[in-house]
């Protein structure tokens, strides 16, 4: 038997044993156990989600150094190698499973090994000498699963609205204000139960949507808000046991300054860390937006619908053909595509919900499937509004023929009568007009209810069609 060392692996050794760990890896034998445990969906980390839990090793071995607890030299190898991920390096040695042991233990476990073993390098030493950098004892020195995973989730969901979410509906809120601004003058028919109903403008349909989505934007910046309390520093149960008197106002403080965003400890940190309720907020207010994009994205395809036998009172921009077996097909894909991710959005926030309820005690245990959950919905709506943005409201154009004759055709345009003919003479003047086929133009004349020119002033589509005040 060779005495020669291993060159493939290295040995590492935790509470349960020895195990082989690849020489390459950067993780280490926390990380290798999990990855033979829970080979579940092959889902990996969010790459914002990494962040997060990169951010706050930062934070936590700069305050640590400053404040004494590891050495300088130790604090600045950590912050040096975190740095470096956040940067891009390291990117494929967070392998645990999005589906993993309770409360993220093991992808909490996977970071401190990468951070410690990219120390040891930088510090010249090599990877697996734990006795000089440990993944627990410098890397974790005074944090715990139970305070770093809650206040992960949070600075990920911060991220992911700053990098997703907020541009993209900044952006779609422009567009929709531009089209309202080009179709101002375009009248339609209104529908209400599907049935025909008063004229209105498409201009105001594109404005109404940019209102919606505005009013979406201030509902989730007053969830993001609750996400700006942090629980770090509550160790283990949310005593603060093994930390320094000064480390959470510390961490918070210069947590604060990496992400640019105000931050501030829980006033009690037990509640921070049992609660999963902010995430739950944020998830219900990203549900709601969800919601009402489905709508928009229903309606675009109802007024694109045709091109002969539907509305097609706009068109959308064909981006991609639209069949494999018929030539000249284009299909609403973009919106099609929105409803989709809508709805796993919703399917998530049900899923949060669920794993919210289920804590016991001092500790969520369900904290993996909701970081998962709430960061994802956040970038994939995000996402979706950006790529609606992108590829198909700019180039939506109205197909005014269209709409105009929708609107003179409309028996909802009997309503206007009501105030100068009253309601069953009006009511008998759309019955004959359905029963015929005449307009209501013509059968008013024709029973001497109103002059040409009263009926002209009085059906005028864009007087009847106009926001209150704009006319």
């Known amino acids: 038997m060779s005495d020669q060392p291993n060159l493939q692996s290295r040995t590492e050794r935790d509470s349960m044993g020895e195990r082989e760990i690849p020489a390459d890896a950067y993780y280490g034998i926390q990380t290798l156990r999990a990855m033979e445990n829970f080979p579940i969906s092959g889902i990996k980390p969010l790459p914002t989600y990494v962040d997060a839990c990169v951010l706050i090793k930062k934070a936590t071995a700069i305050a640590n150094a400053e404040l004494g607890c590891i050495p300088q030299d130790i604090g600045d190898a950590i912050v040096r190698a975190a740095d470096e991920i956040l940067e891009g390096s390291l990117r494929d040695q967070f392998v645990v499973d999005v589906y993993q042991a309770g409360a993220g233990t093991s992808h909490h476990m996977n970071v401190n090994e990468v951070l410690a073993n990219r120390a040891l390098e930088l510090l010249g030493d090599k990877k697996g000498n734990y006795q000089r950098v440990s993944p627990n004892d410098a890397v974790n020195y005074g944090q715990s699963t139970n305070d770093v995973i809650p206040t992960a989730i949070r600075i990920g969901s911060l991220l992911a ?276 086929g005449k307009s209501l133009r013509q059968i008013v004349l024709d029973r001497g209810l109103m002059n040409e020119e009263e009926l002209s002033r009085v059906l005028d589509l864009q007087k009847m069609s106009a926001r209150p005040g704009t006319i």
Not at 175 to 193: L, M, N, P, Q, Y
Not at 366 to 385: D, K, R, V, W
């Open 161 to 436: 609205l700053q990098r997703h979410l907020y541009p993209a509906m900044a952006d779609a809120i422009a567009i929709c204000d531009r089209k309202a601004s080009e179709f101002h003058d375009v009248v339609k028919s209104g529908r209400t139960h599907m049935q025909d109903a008063v004229p209105v403008r498409l201009g105001e349909s594109f404005r109404a949507w940019a209102q919606i989505l505005t009013e979406h934007v201030i509902r989730v910046e007053a969830a993001a808000k609750e996400l700006t309390i942090l629980g770090i520093g509550g160790s283990a149960t949310g005593t603060g046991l093994n930390t320094h008197p000064q480390y959470r106002d510390r961490v918070v403080n210069v947590l604060s300054g990496l992400i640019r965003i105000p931050l501030r400890p829980a006033l009690h940190l037990m509640a921070a860390m049992q609660s999963m309720g902010p995430f739950v907020n944020m998830s219900g207010a990203l549900r709601n937006l969800a919601q009402d994009c489905v709508k928009i994205s229903h309606d675009l395809r109802l007024m694109d619908s045709g091109p002969n036998t539907g509305l097609k009172e706009i068109q959308l921009p064909p981006v991609q053909p639209g069949s494999s077996i018929m030539p000249g097909k284009y299909n609403p894909v973009m919106a099609e595509m929105t409803s989709m991710v809508c709805f796993q959005v919703m399917g998530y926030d049900s899923a949060i919900a669920l794993a919210a309820q289920a804590g016991q005690l001092e500790l969520n245990v369900m904290m993996p499937l909701i970081a998962y959950n709430l960061i994802h919905s956040i970038e994939i709506l995000g996402n979706t509004i950006q790529a609606l943005s992108d590829r198909c409201l700019p180039d939506i154009t109205a197909k005014r023929d269209r709409c105009e004759a929708y609107a003179e055709s409309s028996l909802a345009l009997v309503t206007a009568l009501n105030p100068h003919i009253g309601y069953l003479d009006a009511a008998a003047v759309a019955k004959e007009s359905l029963e015929t």
